[in-house]
């Protein structure tokens, strides 16, 4: 493969549009990354396709991952990846396959478990179950090669089976297929030796590797680098791909906020500096900055970035021109993914609502230079007011606090969310750009709205602190979470905090106190922490707050808050028990709207629309994307007749 960059996109876009599901996930799939090629992508590697499983009559495997038929084996296998490596590579841009088997579902090469979280005990693989599943992989790589692919890369990483028989901790075999190094090396190098076999050099043959597993039982990077090695020695592959993190724990191999940008490039160095062959690299690669640094310092020949280019599909483009501060930083709270897999949500990146639109037509505006006045400057107000100025409307944006971002200005005081500060930098910025005519430290009301003389008007004036009717809520010592991240009021050293909201709030605030020194503990009355947040993102808040001795309380629900304790209820059982002591009480309780100027202005503004939290308090997301939504249909409305 001949790589224009030194950017590949490694697999990310299921949740975009399924390259292997109805044309028209198909279309959205191919469009998405053809725009990301045109920008300059070099490597697209995201076609991250599961094998065919084997088991018995009546079996159903379960889990996250789990596969029956798999996508080789589907009718329109090989149409889908010819026409998705046609498209990429009329761009110049080289497309490898990636084949997927997830470990335990139900295979495993002993009767074991790779996590304390997952508790599904695998079938045990006999020779027979071996033999076949090599033989599956030389069929999929055959018809991969069908596919017009450049190459295929085996997935031996984040709790594949291949992963499983790598490990000395999930494999305890006593046969050719356990206990040495070369034993439990010897499934995956007799599925390369069959792709080998059927694409002879005409095909580049990787494979994706975990640097360490998390598990402290599992092997750690001299361990991870002896297998590369191994792998290198075989001379059946062509590049190491080395990755970092489980598919559920602290760090995931989808990283967070919580870790520093490029903070595992120390980690793939030492593949680098162990290895003969090209080195690839992914993980929290966030910026073309980052990418340079890890490139640079020696860490990767090529490093993966997907979530920056989720945000941003022109990332490249913008670079090359030396335009740094134009690209949309994404701020790693994981919406891409934990969206659709938690909550059954169609795709939705938190900073950019256009992403999963290429494939729609651009809007044509039939009534340009109309006047819209944005009443908010929240998430929802910004994206609103930018994506019309876009479009032609001639934007006013007024705002009662002093700075725009609503919410997410005391948000971005938590640690480790200097992504979100960057994001509402970079909005202010757009803004200012497309030429809004933006007020701040005003406050607005309905005559003021009427004597505008705008053709429309989008309030977006956001929410107030929810304060739950719990006996004792009012007393001096009981604060709001908001104002303890704004540093408008002092907790004191010790302190409980209320959660009640299904996201990451009360984590992030529980974060921001004991980073200033207070004795934290959190108290829900759900059976566990932030049941939104997906396996991909908790454990990295989870190991934050645990390591620094947060203490959470779970199926609590607080019903009583008197001096130093509080009351609670066991949410089943209710039974009573008493919580304490505590020398101060944040709320985490979400929000309820803010609806005054709205509700007062129904009946006399005929084009008024209401959105973001001003509707229903929500995550930056749906702020986002109603903004979207509501910018498509003022945009596109026809002329009235």
Same mark, same amino acid.
């Given at each position: 493969m001949?790589?224009?960059?030194r950017?590949m996109l490694?697999p990310?876009a299921?949740?975009?549009?399924?390259?292997?599901?109805t044309?028209d996930?198909?279309?959205?799939?191919i469009?998405?990354?053809e725009?990301r090629?045109d920008?300059?992508?070099a490597?697209v590697?995201?076609l991250s396709?599961?094998?065919?499983?084997?088991?018995i009559p009546?079996?159903?495997?379960?889990?996250v991952g789990a596969?029956t038929?798999?996508f080789?084996?589907?009718?329109?296998?090989?149409?889908?990846?010819q026409a998705?490596s046609?498209a990429?590579h009329?761009?110049d841009?080289?497309v490898?396959?990636?084949?997927?088997h997830?470990?335990g579902?139900?295979h495993?090469?002993s009767a074991?478990?790779s996590?304390?979280?997952?508790?599904?005990?695998?079938?045990?693989?006999?020779?027979?179950d071996?033999?076949?599943?090599?033989?599956?992989?030389?069929?999929?790589?055959r018809l991969?090669?069908?596919g017009?692919?450049?190459?295929?890369?085996?997935?031996?990483?984040?709790?594949d089976?291949?992963?499983?028989?790598?490990s000395?901790?999930t494999n305890?075999?006593?046969?050719?297929y356990?206990g040495s190094l070369?034993n439990?090396c010897?499934?995956?190098?007799e599925?390369?030796?069959a792709i080998?076999?059927?694409?002879?050099t005409?095909?580049?043959v990787?494979i994706r590797?975990?640097i360490?597993?998390?598990?402290p039982e599992?092997y750690?990077?001299?361990g991870?680098?002896?297998l590369a090695?191994?792998?290198?020695s075989?001379?059946l592959i062509?590049?190491?791909?080395g990755?970092?993190?489980?598919?559920?724990?602290n760090?995931?191999y989808?990283?967070?906020?919580?870790?520093e940008?490029?903070?595992?490039?120390?980690?793939?160095q030492?593949?680098k500096e162990?290895l003969?062959l090209?080195?690839?690299?992914?993980?929290?690669?966030?910026?073309?900055?980052?990418a340079?640094?890890v490139?640079?310092? /020696?860490a =990767?020949?090529?490093?993966?970035? %997907?979530?920056?280019?989720i &945000?941003?599909?022109?990332?490249? #483009?913008k670079? +090359?021109?030396g335009?740094?501060?134009?690209?949309?930083p994404?701020?790693?709270?994981?919406?891409?993914i934990?969206?659709?897999y938690?909550e059954?949500?169609?795709?939705?990146?938190?900073v950019?609502?256009g992403?999963s639109?290429e494939?729609d037509?651009v809007w044509?505006?039939p009534?340009?230079?109309r006047?819209?006045l944005?009443?908010g400057? /929240?998430? =929802?107000g910004?994206?609103l007011a %930018?994506?019309?100025?876009? &479009?032609?409307f001639?934007?006013e #944006?007024?705002? +009662?606090?002093?700075?725009?971002?609503?919410?997410l200005r005391?948000?971005v005081?938590a640690p480790?969310h200097?992504?979100?500060?960057?994001?509402?930098?970079?909005q202010?910025r757009r803004?200012?750009?497309?030429?809004?005519?933006?007020h701040?430290?005003?406050?607005?009301?309905?005559?003021?709205v009427?004597?505008?003389g705008?053709d429309?008007?989008?309030? =977006?004036?956001?929410?107030?602190?929810r304060?739950?009717p719990i006996?004792?809520?009012?007393?001096?010592?009981?604060l709001d979470?908001r104002a303890?991240?704004?540093?408008?009021?002092q907790?004191g050293?010790?302190v409980?905090?209320?959660?009640?909201?299904d996201?990451?709030?009360?984590?992030s605030?529980a974060d921001?106190?004991?980073?200033?020194?207070?004795e934290?503990?959190?108290c829900?009355?759900?059976?566990?922490p932030?049941p939104?947040l997906?396996?991909y993102i908790i454990?990295?808040?989870l190991?934050r707050?645990d390591?620094?001795?947060v203490?959470?309380?779970?199926?609590?629900?607080v019903v009583?808050?008197e001096g130093h304790?509080?009351?609670?209820?066991?949410?089943?059982?209710?039974?009573?028990?008493?919580?304490?002591e505590?020398d101060?009480?944040?709320?985490?309780c979400?929000?309820v709207p803010?609806?005054t100027?709205?509700?007062?202005l129904?009946a006399d503004v005929?084009?008024l629309h209401?959105?973001?939290d001003?509707?229903a308090p929500?995550r930056?997301v749906?702020?986002t994307?109603?903004?979207?939504a509501?910018a498509?249909?003022?945009?596109?409305a026809?002329?009235?007749?």
């Open positions: 001949d790589l224009r960059t950017v490694p990310h299921s949740a975009i549009g399924n390259i292997y599901g044309e996930e198909a279309r959205r799939n469009a998405y990354f725009q090629a920008a300059g992508v490597w590697g995201s396709t599961h094998l065919a499983n084997r088991f009546g079996f159903e495997p379960t889990g596969a038929t798999g080789f084996r589907l009718p329109h296998f090989v149409e889908r990846v998705f046609d990429m009329q761009r841009t080289c490898t396959v990636q084949m997927v997830q470990g579902m139900p495993g090469p074991t478990l996590a304390p979280v997952i508790n599904l005990v695998p079938h045990v693989m006999d020779t027979d071996i033999a076949a599943f090599v033989r599956e992989y030389a069929e999929s790589a991969s090669m069908a017009r692919a450049d190459g295929v890369e085996l997935h031996l990483n984040h709790d089976l291949h992963e499983w028989f790598l000395s901790y305890h075999r006593d046969d050719r356990g070369e439990r010897r499934f995956s190098v599925c390369l030796q080998r076999e059927v694409v002879g005409s095909m580049t990787g590797l975990n360490r597993e998390e598990m599992g750690d990077v001299d991870g680098l002896e090695q191994y792998f290198e075989t001379g062509d590049y190491v791909h990755v970092v993190g489980s598919p559920w724990g760090p995931s989808i990283q967070p906020t919580y870790f940008p490029g903070q595992f490039a120390p980690l793939a030492r593949f162990g003969s090209l080195f690839v690299h992914t993980g929290r690669i966030t910026s073309p900055e980052v340079e640094d490139i640079a310092s /020696g =990767a020949d090529i490093v993966g970035m %997907a979530r920056a280019h &945000a941003d599909g022109d990332l490249l #483009l670079a +090359r021109e335009r740094e501060a134009d690209i949309r994404c701020v790693g709270g994981n919406e891409c934990s969206r659709r938690v059954g949500l169609p795709f939705g990146c938190a950019n609502p992403t639109h494939v037509p044509v505006n009534r340009p230079g006047r819209l944005v009443v400057g /929240g998430p =929802a910004m994206e %930018a994506l019309t100025a876009e &479009a032609g001639r934007v #944006l007024r705002e +009662r606090a002093d700075e725009l971002g609503g919410q005391s948000v005081k480790r200097e992504g979100y500060a960057a994001y509402l930098d970079w202010v803004l200012g750009a497309l030429g809004v005519d933006v701040t430290g005003v406050e607005v009301t309905a005559d003021d009427r004597s505008a705008a429309v008007v989008a309030i =977006a004036t956001g929410a107030l602190p304060r739950p006996p004792g809520v009012d007393a001096p010592h009981v979470s303890v991240l704004a540093g408008t009021t907790p050293r010790r409980l905090v209320v959660a009640q909201d996201h990451v709030p009360p984590l605030v921001f106190l004991v980073e200033a020194g207070h934290v503990t959190v829900y009355a759900t059976h566990q932030a939104l997906g396996r454990g990295g808040i190991g707050l390591a620094q001795d203490r959470m309380v779970l199926m609590e629900e009583g808050i304790t509080v009351t609670t209820r066991h949410v089943y059982s209710q039974k009573v028990r008493t919580l304490g505590f101060s009480v944040v709320l985490a979400g929000s803010e609806t100027l709205y509700d007062e129904r005929p084009e209401v959105l973001g001003a509707y929500r930056l749906f702020a994307r109603q903004a979207y509501l498509e249909q003022l945009v596109t026809p002329n009235p007749t």
